[in-house]
């Protein structure tokens, strides 16, 4: 209830039948039913509850002497095995005993004490109530008692449309919440009327544990003081606006992070739908109405556990609004503040999610400060991420439902409100049981080895995030039982075309890529607090006519070539070879990851490291190199030669040629070219697999290295943001060209860099364009100077291309495969090199 005490009118009811239903058996009175028990006048509480039979039997008297006996202390400390496991049982006892019971009190005597259970107590004048009540003006059923949610810890009593109604402090209730003290009366205080004493103190336990919450407030008190000067040692400032969703838009000014047409945000928080509200809070934050914005106990279990959930509603707005809380500040002056929260393999780190953690704290209290829950709530509501591209509940509900949010209903709100910790993950495009038993039966047919079923065989994780989510707003007293199985059974309707949609009319992908860069350090936004804006205008560098060729030559090529030889995935990058501008970034055929962004192994194309390290050794490309079986290999060249100068051992990828050149320069001289050329992956070990791309790695990263050889050796500030627009300073997106300097954030200067030596890269340049004239690159000789690698690893499970045409100045990097690894035709290797040449001759 929304308050403790409900009010009613002074008029009467009248009488109503007993109601129908379960009916306890009638409770064992001392003194015979409806006579007076003798007690003294005043209730001996502590006896009471912990001494007598009516409180829960000798056991419970045994728990009550050890309050005052020494002797559970003397035996716990001093006796044997048993004799302490017993001390220690009554003590237990003791501290956590405390039992809720109801005293019916007239003319100054208790009449009835009555325990209280888990099931209604009626109480009336009739005699199948648990508390029979005969006194002057009780009804027949006056009253009942219960837990309005099985969580409580008190009771609720409530009139039962009784003729004299239930008084407190001479006020007339309809229905009050228990506590521990109250004294209720049946009818008029200006009658002699029973009254009902209500006594649950708390137990030691419990005690202590309110004792400790108290000295947790005032302790955070002094940490919430600190606060605001932790938004200056991590190079925050203040938070006085919160302003709309960041749009980005491509260089011709089409907006391209989200469908055309579909709203990002309702005009008021009453639009969205009361459940809605509702599963969001029992889902992210049950405490967000009444807490500081500072979810304290989550924030320590997230520590515990390295895992970068315990942030409440409040602390994930933070991130939202404010872009350093996220990324870290380069211009903190306690430089671990700005610990990526995640290691290289992208798993959380205990001293990053702490970071982030007290990144959040100061604005979180800002934002606490400055606006009510109300304006905060209605935030998250329009821009929380929600998969698939969408931002915000509105644009997510048109996409998955095709529906406004404020049609939504319990079962699909629950849904949208269990995207939240993995939006990618979570969604719908992600396949459901039948298509992976499917996919496993195809393997087992394929490879006549049985495999064991996967978990999400058994139940689709859509329909369990959402089940989940009802449990908890069953719990907190949202739904009530037959709601709750009325939503769980509600079928999840979704729109057909939602994840087609996604795929090929938005740019999803990209959007996260150009989110991650403004959020990085390579853009520095600094929020003036004078402002009254929010909004940023993020110009980007896609092509929308190159991005849409290249989503359309994926979608084509996986539906064509691709997926009947066993591929199902596919990803592409396209840049300015010059500038490193991206012009084209497709992370799949479906939006449930980024494989651009995805570790995989890259075959033969991380030769071009052990090639570029022999050339700075003075190795030349028609050098002899040895086909002799090295290392591991049990066999020498594929084309049976005893040697083969080192420009062919490229061309036609011969291993042997490539392991001769890694032991002649050395393994460690290959990861270190590696790694100049911009290759992050903490996985390179310094071994023969390294070698032959057996080691995985970024497709982004492989194209930027690919790149700096067609660049003549110099670096390429490879990016998808230029430029970005402070909309609370330019006011108009129709004038950003009469935009005052200040509202414009370009990005950080980025030094050029001679990596390779102008002769190296040359020499490197002219043996990536023989493998495509007669090698294994022969697929991508459709487009007239493409020069280019192959890499295909065991079975099938990655084809790569990676090449550039100096004449049109674009590099393109292609990946295919399955996300779980599953091996594909043998024919498949080829196919990488095909999908550049098709892409490429239309560019």
């Known amino acids: 209830m929304a308050a403790r005490e409900s009010e009613l009118p002074e008029s009467a009811g009248t009488d109503l039948p007993v109601p129908s239903g379960r009916t306890r ?19 001996n509480h502590h006896g009471d509850a912990l001494g007598t039979a009516a409180s829960g039997g000798p056991g419970v008297a045994d728990a009550g002497r050890s309050l005052a006996d020494p002797s559970p202390w003397r035996e716990l400390l001093q006796g044997d095995g048993s004799s302490r496991l017993a001390a220690a049982q009554r003590l237990w006892r003791w501290a956590h005993h405390s039992t809720a019971r109801l005293e019916l009190w007239q003319g100054g005597q208790r009449l009835q004490a009555l325990p209280l259970g888990e099931e209604r107590v009626r109480i009336g004048r009739d005699p199948t109530c648990e508390l029979v009540a005969r006194g002057q003006g009780v009804s027949r059923v006056h009253a009942f008692v219960e837990k309005e949610r099985p969580r409580d810890r008190d009771w609720l009593l409530e009139d039962f449309n009784s003729a004299n109604g239930l008084y407190r402090h001479d006020r007339r209730l309809r229905a009050i919440g228990l506590r521990h003290g109250d004294e209720v009366q049946l009818g008029s205080p200006l009658r002699e009327a029973p009254s009902l004493r209500y006594h649950y103190p708390r137990s030691p336990w419990e005690q202590l544990v309110h004792g400790v919450g108290l000295a947790s407030l005032v302790g955070s008190g002094a940490v919430i003081g600190g606060l605001l000067l932790l938004s200056t040692i991590t190079g925050g400032s203040r938070v006085d606006f919160i302003g709309g969703p960041v749009k980005i838009v491509a260089a011709d000014g089409r907006r391209i992070d989200s469908r055309e047409g579909a709203a990002t945000a309702l005009p008021t928080l009453e639009d969205y739908p009361l459940v809605l509200r509702q599963a969001l809070l029992a889902s992210e934050d049950a405490r967000f109405g009444w807490n500081s914005g500072l979810d304290i106990g989550g924030t320590l279990r997230s520590l515990v556990r390295r895992s970068g959930g315990g942030s409440g509603l409040t602390q994930q707005v933070a991130r939202m609004v404010v872009p350093w809380v996220k990324s870290g500040n380069p211009q903190s002056i306690w430089p671990w503040v700005s610990t990526p929260e995640t290691d290289a393999n992208g798993d959380p780190t205990r001293w990053g999610v702490l970071a982030r953690k007290i990144r959040e704290l100061p604005v979180s209290w800002q934002l606490e400060t400055r606006f009510n829950k109300s304006e905060i709530l209605k935030l998250y509501l329009d821009r929380a991420f929600l998969g698939l591209g969408t931002e915000g509940f509105e644009q997510a509900s048109q996409l998955y439902f095709r529906k406004s949010a404020r049609q939504l209903n319990a079962s699909e709100a629950a849904y949208l409100v269990g995207l939240l910790p993995s939006p990618n993950g979570y969604n719908i495009c992600a396949p459901g049981p039948s298509e992976l ?25 859509p329909k369990l995030r959402r089940d989940l989510v009802l449990r908890r707003m069953l719990e907190e007293g949202y739904l009530n039982r037959e709601q709750y199985r009325d939503a769980v059974r509600s079928p999840l309707i979704f729109d057909a075309a939602a994840c087609q949609q996604s795929r090929w009319v938005s740019y999803p992908f990209f959007s996260d890529y150009a989110m991650w860069e403004i959020e990085g350090q390579r853009f520095s ?15 980007a560098t896609i092509d929308p006519e190159l991005q849409a060729l290249a989503q359309r030559s994926v979608q084509q090529f996986l539906e064509s070539e691709a997926r009947p030889l066993g591929v199902h995935q596919a990803a592409l990058i396209s840049l300015d070879l010059r500038t490193g501008k991206i012009l084209a970034y497709v992370g799949g055929g479906d939006y449930r990851f980024d494989r651009v962004q995805s570790l995989r192994q890259p075959g033969s194309t991380f030769k071009l490291f052990t090639y570029l390290a022999a050339l700075e050794q003075g190795v030349k490309p028609g050098d002899s190199m040895s086909c002799a079986p090295i290392f591991q290999l049990e066999s020498g060249c594929l084309r049976g030669e005893a040697a083969m100068s080192m420009s ?28 100049r050329l911009g290759i992050s992956s903490p996985h390179l070990q310094p071994d023969p697999s390294m070698v032959l791309g057996g080691n995985e790695v970024l497709l982004y990263e492989m194209a930027r290295a690919f790149a700096v050889v067609g660049n003549g050796g110099r670096t390429v500030p490879m990016h998808g943001v230029e430029r970005i627009y402070d909309l609370a300073i330019c006011r108009s997106e129709l004038a950003l060209n009469s935009c005052p300097s200040h509202g414009i954030f370009e990005p950080l200067p980025e030094k050029p860099q001679q990596l390779l030596a102008p002769e190296i890269a040359a020499q490197m340049d002219a043996m990536l364009r023989r493998a495509v004239e007669v090698g294994t690159g022969r697929n991508a000789a459709v487009v007239a100077d493409a020069r280019g690698k192959t890499g295909t690893t065991n079975d099938g499970r990655d084809a790569w291309f990676i090449g550039y045409s100096p004449s049109k100045g674009i590099l393109t990097g292609v990946w295919l495969g399955n996300d779980d690894s599953s091996p594909a035709e043998a024919s498949a290797g080829a196919l990488a090199a095909e999908l550049w040449g098709q892409f490429m001759r239309q560019v």
């Open 25 to 43: 058996a009638p409770h064992t009175r001392s003194g015979g039913e409806g006579q007076p028990q003798q007690h003294d006048d005043q209730p």
């Open 437 to 461: 038993r499917a996919r496993r039966l195809a393997r087992e047919q394929k490879t006549g080895r049985a495999e064991t079923p996967l978990p999400d065989e058994q139940v689709w994780t």
């Open 525 to 539: 936004l600094n929020i003036d607090p004078s402002r009254e804006g929010g909004n940023y205008h993020v110009v």
């Open 648 to 675: 062919d051992g490229l061309a036609y990828s011969e291993n042997p040629v490539a392991l001769h050149l890694a032991d002649r320069v050395g393994f460690d001289e290959v990861i270190a070219m590696a790694r």
